[in-house]
């Protein structure tokens, strides 16, 4: 298939269709997986409401790209601080230790786990769409992060549709649409949209420039690489 | 049963044992049902992590009473930040919609319902407990908020003990030893664990005195009155 008729078959599947009425809490990191769900959810003809989450990333530049998506697509934003690094120590958060370079595999990034990170951003973003009637909260797990996160994998994932479910007394539904695709896929589909990943972030260090080299760095190139697109954001090396 | 009797048979069933080593992470709001179950996990042999959290709560009084119910036990203490009220509203946290008055009957209490409360504090609690390496993580829901509460009963204790399980990589154990009890039991426990009671807090009002009229004070005053003891705390009437 070429990446033409890749294209064409997604335009099809994913052309607009009409407003649904329904309000969607899409959970927004301001990198590629999340970024494409918010364009994903709002062309399926849903109000989407993105919640992004300051835990005291060193890589907060990805909160100004969540912002900016927003903007672009005028949103309405909200912005939550919780102070996860204070609770439980990772690479991402605390400067006493460092970001592994190399490739994600599973010994050298275990330090960047952010232990729970998911579920707790799930039960806030749960608590926000309670409380704006939303029926529904989404986030961009998907098939690369099984391996070393816990709270990606389906398992997971299927407990939390149903706590999410019954702690909102039946009224909101979890979505997961790219549960079993990969970055790769992520990005297609993502093309169709027409998503600007020049305002997305992905790299976990905190510099002016991408660093290329940490696990989402490479993870990032390899998915462009694999579409055969350039990525807009400029890297260091 | 005569209360002695009541006592007696607690005492046999409670008896202090040994240190297991454990760590046990315990949502300790200040108020009679999960002070109790610290001085529960505590009277198992475990090492006790209470975390508190302040949501924006009016009843910030209760706080106060989790510290000092930590500073008596000599227990390290974790105290966590929330903006919650900004996230969902709730009588609780709103200045702007007063807390009812009244029997705890469904559709007073309604406003006072926190949406996803208990979610969003066990799943940083949870994140709390990897960090630390503790096997558990201990919440005091119990029978008597079942109708009110989504997030207190059985079949949403049932699925987060899963997801915990699941998110934790199998490490951390979510225990609710009060499930199927209602505030009488709890007391009646509490008794023979020498729980202080004086240094609880209940009341929703954020008032210098309880208020003795609100849906909590009322269930309070009911079973210090069901045991046949008196509360240690004044109230306004």
Not at 80 to 107: C, F, M, Q, W
Not at 184 to 199: A, H, M, P, R
């Amino acid at each position: 298939m070429t990446q033409m008729e890749i294209m064409t078959a997604y335009k099809e599947k994913m052309s607009p269709i009409k407003s649904t009425g329904r309000k969607v809490v899409v959970l927004l990191s301001g990198g590629m997986d999340s970024t494409t769900l918010v364009y994903y959810m709002r062309n399926l003809g849903h109000e989407v409401y993105p919640i992004t989450f300051d835990y005291g990333q060193k890589h907060s530049k990805e909160l100004t790209s969540a912002e900016r998506t927003c903007k672009k697509l005028e949103l309405s934003y909200k912005f939550v601080e919780i102070g996860l690094g204070d609770i439980a120590p990772s690479a991402l958060t605390r400067i006493d230790i460092k970001i592994p370079h190399g490739n994600y595999d599973e010994e050298s990034m275990k330090v960047t786990v952010v232990p729970n990170r998911n579920m707790v951003f799930l039960s806030l973003a749960t608590a926000y769409a309670i409380g704006i009637g939303a029926e529904k909260v989404a986030y961009a797990a998907h098939s690369g992060d099984h391996a070393i996160y816990a709270d990606c994998r389906p398992a997971f994932i299927d407990v939390m549709k149903e706590a999410i479910y019954l702690c909102s007394d039946d009224e909101v539904v979890l979505n997961t649409p790219f549960e079993f695709i990969d970055k790769v896929e992520i990005l297609k589909i993502g093309q169709t949209l027409g998503v600007d990943y020049s305002l997305t972030w992905s790299c976990y260090e905190g510099g002016e420039l991408a660093c290329g080299r940490c696990g989402t760095c490479r993870e990032r190139l390899e998915a462009f690489e694999k579409v055969g697109i350039e990525d807009p954001i400029s890297y260091k090396e």
